[in-house]
């Protein structure tokens, strides 16, 4: 009688899993719908003729509306159309000295007169209302130059190495944001309200209900940021404001407390601007179809993990394996994971790359029969004897990485020599590590010519 494998039954239920997520995510797109007597009614049924009031405080706590300053007036606002404008915002002496700013956007009926002061337009009950934060501390990019040159031609450049006390985080302002608010006009039940839904809606009256005001947080990605000036005295902020669609707004919502999730864990504010990247302004059918393919690239890095250690578990001798080439596969996975880290890439790439680097060392201390041994609490290094076989490979193995030397070590220096002598770095280790990991990713397919020279 057959039965499936545990990697088979795993696979199922991974594919299975990735599908009812895919599944989920179109769900969010479909709203409740209302059979009851009394329905949950947006404000906008009403028709009412609304304003956006734009401030800027430098708490980020907002308790008196003194604490506002009032930058700019939307009024009359049509909110079922795409608008984008450029706001002048000032910059308070705190904020220019590395402190903080927030913008706070409000959403008000038109008052009856022009007199009204707007802070008393605030206290309104239909008023809704959002903040986000315009200046956030970043580290500044370190900057490139040309390591050959002297000192003196770096004073004629305007591109200067970065100093180590410029490696702190200061204040850094976005140039665009993205100012949503839900425009349909749908009628949910009050007794079964999604959970989700119920969070983002706020009720005014028992049949009548706030549209959720939120800005886009994956319309503000780290490239819009730049450093603060301290001689600045305004900026220039491009706001849009459009409407969103229940789907829309139900996903950014989650995705936005995921966000906040892997922040709690850990993972830096470049982290989230690649998972922003992969959900901003994407086609919906792009993004399960994006969002499949990585799950099944991901299912099979695992199940080549797997594999590869369960056969080197397996495999007793050497004989018809290149053992330069596994110690040159090591290598080369150490430069990558020391060069990733260098860029500080995700840690969704560096996490399976670290797995790799592991993996690689244990093929080595097997290929190489490696034991560790502890003499008087001392560890040592025992290397076990190779056999007639394997020595007999040895010298093949040793002749063909002789005829590929005579190739890739010149292909190698030519290609540092260039990177050097056109392209600026960060630092002399930056260099070193760029070449050698162009030269993994350029010539790394020669390194299957030793096995094949083997057999």
Sequence with gaps: MWWPSKTLIFSGIFLAYIFHSIYS???????????????????????????????????????????????????????????????????????????????????????????????????????????????????????????????????????????????????????NLRLTMLTDLLAFPRKELPQDLFHLLRIIRSD???????????????????????????????????????????????????????????????????????????????????????????LFDFLAFKNDIRYWKQRKTTVGLSTRTILWRCFSQIVIFLYLLEEKSSLLIIGPSGIGVLIEIWKVTKAFKIKVEFSRGIPRLNFGVFSESEKATAVHDGESMRYLSYLLYPLLLAGAVYSLLYTPHKSWYQWTLTSVVNGVYVFGFLFMLPKLFVN
């Design 25 to 175: 995510i179109v769900d969010l797109f479909i709203p409740p719908t209302c059979n009851d007597p009394v329905c949950l009614n947006s404000f906008l049924s009403m028709k009412p003729k609304l304003q956006l009031l734009l401030c800027t405080t430098t708490v980020q706590k907002l308790e008196y509306y003194t604490q506002l300053e009032l930058i700019s007036t939307w009024s009359p606002l049509d909110y079922n159309e795409v608008t984008v404008k450029n706001v002048t915002v000032p910059i308070p002496p705190s904020t220019r000295r590395n402190g903080t700013l927030y913008l706070h956007a409000f959403v008000t009926e038109v008052p009856r007169t022009t007199t009204a002061d707007w802070k008393q337009t605030l206290q309104q009950q239909s008023t809704m209302s959002t903040s986000v934060p315009l200046s956030l501390y970043l580290v500044p990019e370190a900057q490139t130059f040309n390591l050959l040159n002297d000192e003196k031609s770096n004073k004629d450049t305007t591109v200067k190495p970065m100093k180590d006390e410029s490696r702190k985080p200061v204040t850094h302002l976005t140039k």
């Design 208 to 298: 009548t209900y706030l549209p959720p005001l939120r800005f886009d947080a994956f319309s503000s990605r780290l490239k819009d940021f730049y450093r603060l000036n301290k001689t600045e005295r305004e900026i220039t902020l491009e706001l849009e404001f459009s409407p969103e669609s229940i789907g829309k707004l139900r996903l950014g919502a989650q995705l936005e407390g995921a966000m906040e999730t892997m922040k709690a864990f850990g993972f830096s504010a470049k982290d989230l601007d690649e998972v922003k990247a992969i959900f901003a302004d994407t086609n919906m059918y792009l993004l399960g179809l994006t969002m499949f393919v990585a799950s099944v690239h991901l």
